[in-house]
């Protein structure tokens, strides 16, 4: 079970928006900065929001990221199907000098 | 364009050691991040350790006692050593570069590391 906890799935249907929450502690979200992955089946993770609210160059701005005390979020707006992929939240944690912590990851079914 | 390599053997026999290499063509190897990152099968990613940009290493709690990760900034090779491997330890496993703990921009393909009893 991940300290990072998110929803193991969500699902929208084309041009919605949807958003994936990721709850932590004072330790780790509520001190240090999330950061966002996507990865597609059978690849590796891709970085999508960095520093809570951050896109890299190249990463739609359809994709945003927000952090409120303890918890953070991830929001897809104008839903496509190339957005279906498993989304993880991470973090720093605090409490034994690392280590990172990854969320348990959240499916994304564009139905 | 950046791209970042690696490779190891895929099948383990319980009690074995892990050995996985990476490095990175088309980019800088030194002062960055250099990260190992597992997922074992239909499951989510794991921090192993990394090695920060000043040279310093920080391993998961869980598997320090068993992991080890050194760089050869000469060579550009980045590496990961898991003793007495078990089935719990079957997973891809992937390097990252990046530029602080958690943000990793650079990835390589990941390899399947198979532990068989």
């Known amino acids: 079970q991940s300290v990072l906890t998110q929803p193991p799935s969500a699902s929208g249907t084309p041009g919605q928006r949807v958003t994936i929450s990721c709850s932590g502690s004072s330790s780790n979200i509520g001190s240090n900065f999330v950061y966002w992955y996507q990865q597609l089946p059978g690849t590796a993770p891709k970085l999508l929001i960095y520093r809570n609210d951050q896109r890299p160059s190249g990463v739609p701005d359809r994709f945003s990221g927000s952090k409120s005390g303890t918890s953070a979020s991830l929001a897809i707006s104008g839903l496509r199907s190339e957005d279906e992929a498993d989304y993880y939240c991470a973090a720093w944690d605090d409490s034994l000098g690392g280590p990172v912590l990854f969320g348990g990851g959240t499916k994304l079914t564009v139905l | 364009q950046v791209q970042v390599q690696q490779w190891g053997a895929g099948l383990l026999k319980a009690s074995e050691t892990l050995s996985l290499t990476c490095t990175i063509y088309?980019?800088?190897?030194?002062?960055?991040?250099w990260t190992w990152i597992r997922q074992p099968p239909g499951k989510g990613l794991e921090w192993i350790g990394e090695i920060t940009h000043s040279g310093g290493t920080i391993y998961n709690p869980s598997l320090k006692s068993r992991v080890t990760i050194s760089v050869d900034t000469p060579n550009k090779h980045f590496s990961l050593k898991v003793n007495s491997v078990t089935a719990a330890d079957t997973a891809v496993y992937y390097c990252a570069r990046g530029f602080s703990s958690g943000w990793y921009n650079y990835w390589g393909q990941g390899t399947l590391v198979t532990v068989s009893s």
């Open positions: 088309g980019g800088s190897f030194s002062g960055y991040f």
